[in-house]
């Protein structure tokens, strides 16, 4: 079983810049991807960056592309999320999420394909 916690939320204003992030453990040795997702009030989960756990391959939406950079130390079993230039739009609970899956052999951009997740971090972003 592996367990994600999030770090880094918090209020911010448009155009500032945030670090979330997140740290595994149990059963890390065999993790195969792990990704950032965020759901604001009324809305589903989006997708929001994934990161293969070896090799690095990554991947983002539109939305956050050139913005938003996922990295990792898989010394210390933790993800990050850089975002830059931040925006309204940007505001909304992001969860951490993990798979050990070995089917994935690019980083997922769907929620179904992780199995573990974290409790999320808030993130604010005033106008």
């Known amino acids: 079983q592996v367990q994600l916690v999030e770090s880094g939320g918090g209020l911010v204003q448009a155009g500032d810049s945030l670090r979330l992030s997140c740290t595994a453990s149990?059963?890390?040795?065999?993790?195969?991807?792990m990704g950032w997702f965020r759901q604001a009030p009324g809305k589903e989960r989006e997708f929001v960056a994934s990161?293969?756990?070896?090799?690095?391959?990554?991947n983002y939406p539109d939305s956050v592309k050139g913005r938003f950079i996922i990295s990792k130390d898989n010394r210390v079993n933790t993800m990050y999320l850089q975002m830059n230039s931040l925006k309204p739009e940007d505001a909304a609970r992001y969860y951490c999420?993990?798979?050990?899956?070995?089917?994935?052999?690019?980083?997922?951009?769907?929620?179904?394909?992780?199995?573990?997740w974290g409790q999320g971090t808030q993130v604010t972003v005033s106008s």
């Open positions: 999420a993990a798979t050990r899956d070995n089917y994935y052999r690019s980083a997922p951009v769907d929620s179904s394909g992780f199995s573990y």
């Open positions: 149990g059963g890390t040795i065999s993790l195969r991807a």
């Open positions: 990161i293969m756990w070896n090799g690095g391959n990554t």
